[in-house]
Structure formats: C-alpha cells, structure tokens
C-alpha cells in the first residue's frame, strides 16, 4: 500500500477515535469503509479495480461534507490515492 494512502487511512482513523458526534450508524459505515478499502489494497495488487469501492467512499464525502468536513476531505485524499493507483 503506498505510503500516502496509509497515511490518509490512519487520518481517518484517527479522525473516528476523536469520537466525533455522529450516529453509531455513520461510525460503523467509515469502519466499514475502511475495512473494504484495506481488503482492496490487499487483493488487488494490479487487478481489476473495484467500482463500488469509489462510489462508496464517493457516498461517503457527500454524506459527510456539511456535517464533517475534515472526515470528507480526509476520504477525498483517499480517493485520489486510489485514483492515482489506477483504482
């Protein structure tokens, strides 16, 4: 996994351990997204890239953005990571 993406992940990881308020429900989709994200990277070395990863962290900024900006912008970072990776 490149360096700036793990980087980003732990951003966000570390954005979620602040405990920031949101529902039990929206914490568990980040973790959720996160897990998908690590289980891509760990798979597919130089495979078919998984659309549904990018729509849902795509799902993820819009659902984000006006409540939690700093989460939306750190899963931005992620999705041009993966884009530069050719995910």
């Known amino acids: 996994m490149p360096e700036n993406l793990q980087q980003h992940l732990q951003q966000l990881r570390d954005q979620l351990a602040q405990n920031p308020p949101m529902s039990a429900d929206e914490r568990a989709k980040l973790a959720s997204l996160i897990q998908e ?44 990571s993966l884009a530069s990776m050719g995910i």
Do not use: K, S, Y
Not at 46 to 68: K, T, Y
């Open 37 to 80: 994200i690590e289980l891509q990277l760990a798979r597919d070395a130089g495979g078919v890239p998984d659309e549904n990863l990018v729509d849902g962290i795509n799902l993820a900024v819009e659902l984000f953005e006006v409540d939690h900006p700093t989460l939306a912008g750190t899963l931005r970072n992620i999705l041009q």
